[in-house]
Structure formats: structure tokens, C-alpha cells
């Protein structure tokens, strides 16, 4: 499902802070799946992530990461706290916050280099009622990032 996304640099997913009993972030639904069965083992490495994040940050929020993974760097970016919640939109904001400064000293020492994210918090998200307000905190972001929208199969 990621495919079109051959081109990207970064490509970067909305999750929760969920980790199963295997030591893998839930990656089940929408976009995170679909990155999950593109990347073999992304779960788990993320897993780890959000873990040792967790560890020394003491709190649920991990909000944006990234990895290298072969030639992309993919990333997570934090909409929920548990993967049966609904978005949190007021984490979305939180999170688009750090990601954009994340985008910003990408597009310095990449400047061709473009950024994928879907759209957060619409999909299995559940927040299709606040499409506007969220598509007002993306249009801060710089213009390396671009918003894509996961089409259902």
C-alpha cells in the first residue's frame, strides 16, 4: 500500500504508544498497517523505540520518532495513546509540533529530500469531524512534508 511512496525519503506513519506482549507496537490498522507489512519487523523495531523512550522520559508520550530503515528513514508519529482509543487531537497538535521542527532541519540538510505523512487522526483515528481543524496544524508544516490519505482497499 505504500508503493506510491517509492520516491520519498521519509515516510511517516500515525500510531499509538501501544506495546504488545511480543515487545512490538501495535501496528494494526490504516496507515501504521500498512507500513508494518511493507517494512517486515518495523513493529518490533519501533517497539524497542517507544520502550526505551518511555523508560527515561517517564510518560506515555512519545510523540515523533524515526529510524533508518535500508534507504528511507520512517517515522511514527503519535495520535493515540492506546491503539482501541480515538485520535486525541490536542496530541496531534502536540505531535505535529515537534514534527515540524523535525521537517524543518530535514529540508536544510536534504533539501530535495520529501517527507511523507498521512493524514492523522481521520482514518482509524476517528476524526473525520475535525478534518478542518487538523488540515490547519498540517498546513504549518513546511513544504518538503506531504500529506497523503490512505485509499481503503
Given at each position: 500500500?505504500?508503493?506510491?511512496?517509492?520516491?520519498?525519503?521519509?515516510?511517516?506513519?500515525?500510531?499509538?504508544s501501544t506495546i504488545n506482549q511480543r515487545g512490538e507496537l501495535v501496528?494494526?490498522?490504516?496507515?501504521?498497517?500498512?507500513?508494518?507489512?511493507a517494512f517486515p519487523?518495523?513493529?518490533?523495531?519501533?517497539?524497542a523505540r517507544v520502550k526505551s523512550f518511555k523508560k527515561w522520559a517517564a510518560t506515555e508520550d512519545y510523540l515523533f520518532l524515526n529510524h533508518l530503515r535500508?534507504?528511507?528513514?520512517?517515522?511514527?508519529?503519535?495520535?493515540?495513546r492506546h491503539f482501541k482509543d480515538t485520535a486525541d487531537f490536542?496530541?496531534?497538535?502536540q505531535s505535529l509540533?515537534?514534527?515540524?521542527?523535525?521537517?524543518?532541519?530535514?529540508?536544510?540538510?536534504?533539501?530535495?529530500?520529501?517527507?511523507?505523512?498521512?493524514?492523522?487522526?481521520?482514518?482509524?483515528?476517528?476524526?473525520?469531524?475535525?478534518?478542518?481543524?487538523i488540515l490547519k496544524l498540517l498546513k504549518r508544516l513546511p513544504d518538503n512534508v506531504h500529506v497523503w490519505v490512505l485509499k481503503r482497499a
Open positions: 500500500m505504500l508503493d506510491h511512496l517509492d520516491e520519498a525519503k521519509v515516510v511517516v506513519v500515525t500510531t499509538n501496528m494494526g490498522r490504516g496507515a501504521a498497517l500498512a507500513m508494518k507489512k519487523g518495523i513493529a518490533s523495531e519501533f517497539g535500508e534507504t528511507k528513514i520512517l517515522g511514527i508519529l503519535q495520535v493515540k490536542e496530541l496531534i497538535r509540533d515537534m514534527f515540524r521542527h523535525y521537517a524543518r532541519g530535514m529540508k536544510g540538510a536534504c533539501p530535495d529530500c520529501r517527507i511523507f505523512l498521512n493524514f492523522p487522526g481521520i482514518g482509524a483515528g476517528k476524526l473525520a469531524d475535525r478534518y478542518d481543524d
